[in-house]
């Protein structure tokens, strides 16, 4: 009973911290007009601002991850949460476009870093039969902060100043602090001493398993990456939509991620075949895209958007459960950081080359290529089912 109370304890507080990560990069995102006005600051160097978000998180996934294996999760979270009031206070007095960069890229930092920092402490904490569940809140946290994120700061900074949504984060940042300094985490397992030819081995092993999984979720991240760059393009100029209806379409798919993910982990764990949902959730993501593509009709599109927000939590909540099923404790944290960090470089590059597309062909071949990137991590995911038996503990047979 008291091990259950603590549990439920320790993934409330994940839960909070992951809504903070989600909501401290999302937030900013309406604000950036209102930085372009009152500073001066360029459309490139509006570019810049978003960009560096995403070289911070490449940056650092797999430094969080050996960090995690030094100092263990306690002193990580503090640290992490520390850094995040800073950034979050110091935003509402930054003046400069210097001082704004170095914070929005401490600000990928710190978010990919605890979102490392979550998964890892989640799947330390889980086991097998209750992995995908406990994955599944944590998504379903994710959405509800990309959910929150812009439309707190936005409807804050309607009747308070620009300051105020950053300390609302603050505020929460420092719950946490207090929560994560109460918690009781377990120590990192030492790890067991190996005959060279044992260790080799298991690199080898280890370094296949990193390319195969990064290699998927690069593909996801770029798909997803594309997709909320040139949608409320698309949608403006193809469907001519408004902004309302637009914003609509992207809260759907955050209603529909935070409903269903705790669902979907539930099926993975009843099921055991985290791979095979993983596939459907990439196949429900192409079907999104398909539906805007060949339909106009906005209900027909909205529906695309609720069916996309389940494919992501499908994909999301067993793609982490699998990681934790399959790759041992000792090198769990490491591994994940750095599958973490790979797949940052998607969000990073796709978006550009989808760019190229668009200008050298139409407006729907970003979202083909889009597809095309879905389609190929589908493919990775089968041979990796193929190849393992049912309910075995690795992806290679």
Request: glycine share 8%.
């Given at each position: 009973?008291?091990?259950?109370?603590?549990l439920?304890?320790?993934?409330a507080c994940?839960?909070?911290i992951?809504?903070i990560a989600?909501?401290s990069?999302?937030?900013?995102l309406?604000?950036?007009?209102?930085?372009v006005?009152?500073?001066?600051?360029?459309t490139?160097?509006?570019?810049i601002?978003f960009s560096?978000?995403?070289?911070g998180r490449?940056?650092?996934g797999?430094?969080t991850g050996?960090?995690?294996e030094?100092i263990g999760?306690?002193?990580l979270?503090l640290?992490?949460?520390?850094?995040?009031?800073v950034?979050m206070?110091?935003?509402?007095v930054?003046r400069?476009?210097?001082?704004?960069?170095?914070?929005?890229?401490?600000q990928?930092?710190v978010?990919i870093?605890?979102?490392?920092f979550v998964?890892?402490?989640?799947n330390?904490?889980?086991?097998?039969?209750?992995?995908?569940?406990l994955?599944?809140?944590?998504s379903?946290?994710?959405?509800?902060?990309?959910?929150l994120?812009?439309?707190i700061?936005?409807?804050?900074?309607s009747y308070?100043?620009?300051?105020?949504p950053?300390?609302?984060?603050?505020?929460?940042?420092c719950?946490?602090?207090?929560?994560?300094?109460?918690?009781?985490f377990t120590?990192?397992?030492?790890?067991?001493?190996?005959?060279p030819?044992?260790k080799?081995?298991?690199?080898?092993?280890?370094?296949?398993?990193?390319?195969l999984?990064s290699t998927v979720?690069?593909?996801?991240?770029?798909?997803?990456?594309?997709f909320?760059t040139?949608?409320?393009?698309?949608a403006t100029y193809?469907?001519?939509?408004?902004?309302?209806?637009i914003?609509l379409?992207?809260t759907?798919i955050?209603i529909s991620?935070f409903?269903s993910?705790p669902?979907?982990?539930k099926?993975?764990?009843?099921?055991?075949?985290?791979?095979l949902?993983?596939?459907?959730g990439?196949?429900l993501?192409m079907?999104e895209i398909?539906?805007?593509?060949?339909?106009?009709?906005?209900w027909?599109?909205?529906?695309g958007?609720?069916i996309?927000?389940?494919?992501?939590?499908?994909y999301?909540?067993?793609?982490?459960s699998?990681?934790?099923?399959?790759?041992?404790?000792?090198?769990r944290?490491?591994f994940?950081g750095?599958?973490v960090?790979?797949?940052?470089?998607g969000?990073?590059?796709?978006?550009i080359?989808?760019?190229?597309?668009?200008?050298?062909?139409s407006i729907?071949?970003p979202?083909?290529?889009?597809?095309?990137l879905?389609l190929?991590a589908?493919?990775i995911?089968?041979?990796?089912r193929s190849?393992?038996?049912f309910?075995?503990?690795?992806p290679?047979?």
């Amino acid at each position: 009973m008291v091990k259950h109370l603590y549990l439920n304890r320790n993934i409330a507080c994940m839960i909070v911290i992951s809504l903070i990560a989600n909501m401290s990069g999302s937030m900013i995102l309406p604000l950036f007009a209102i930085y372009v006005e009152q500073f001066g600051i360029s459309t490139l160097g509006m570019s810049i601002l978003f960009s560096l978000f995403y070289v911070g998180r490449f940056l650092g996934g797999g430094m969080t991850g050996r960090i995690y294996e030094r100092i263990g999760a306690k002193r990580l979270g503090l640290g992490l949460l520390i850094a995040e009031v800073v950034c979050m206070l110091l935003f509402p007095v930054a003046r400069g476009f210097i001082v704004l960069s170095i914070l929005r890229f401490l600000q990928g930092l710190v978010a990919i870093g605890l979102t490392v920092f979550v998964r890892v402490t989640v799947n330390h904490m889980s086991s097998p039969e209750n992995r995908g569940t406990l994955n599944g809140y944590i998504s379903s946290s994710e959405g509800a902060g990309m959910i929150l994120g812009p439309l707190i700061s936005g409807v804050i900074v309607s009747y308070f100043s620009l300051s105020v949504p950053f300390y609302f984060v603050a505020i929460f940042a420092c719950i946490s602090f207090i929560a994560v300094s109460r918690m009781t985490f377990t120590n990192p397992p030492s790890k067991p001493q190996q005959h060279p030819l044992q260790k080799t081995q298991k690199t080898i092993r280890l370094t296949k398993q990193l390319l195969l999984y990064s290699t998927v979720h690069f593909l996801e991240m770029s798909a997803f990456a594309i997709f909320l760059t040139y949608f409320s393009i698309y949608a403006t100029y193809k469907l001519h939509w408004r902004p309302a209806e637009i914003s609509l379409a992207f809260t759907i798919i955050g209603i529909s991620t935070f409903v269903s993910a705790p669902f979907i982990g539930k099926i993975s764990d009843i099921l055991k075949d985290r791979l095979l949902l993983c596939i459907i959730g990439l196949l429900l993501i192409m079907m999104e895209i398909i539906l805007f593509l060949w339909f106009t009709e906005p209900w027909i599109v909205y529906l695309g958007m609720f069916i996309g927000g389940i494919g992501g939590a499908s994909y999301l909540d067993s793609f982490y459960s699998q990681l934790g099923d399959v790759i041992p404790e000792d090198n769990r944290s490491s591994f994940i950081g750095n599958v973490v960090s790979l797949s940052e470089l998607g969000a990073i590059v796709s978006p550009i080359i989808a760019g190229v597309l668009m200008d050298r062909f139409s407006i729907n071949t970003p979202f083909y290529y889009n597809m095309m990137l879905v389609l190929i991590a589908v493919v990775i995911q089968y041979v990796i089912r193929s190849k393992s038996k049912f309910g075995r503990k690795g992806p290679i047979a």
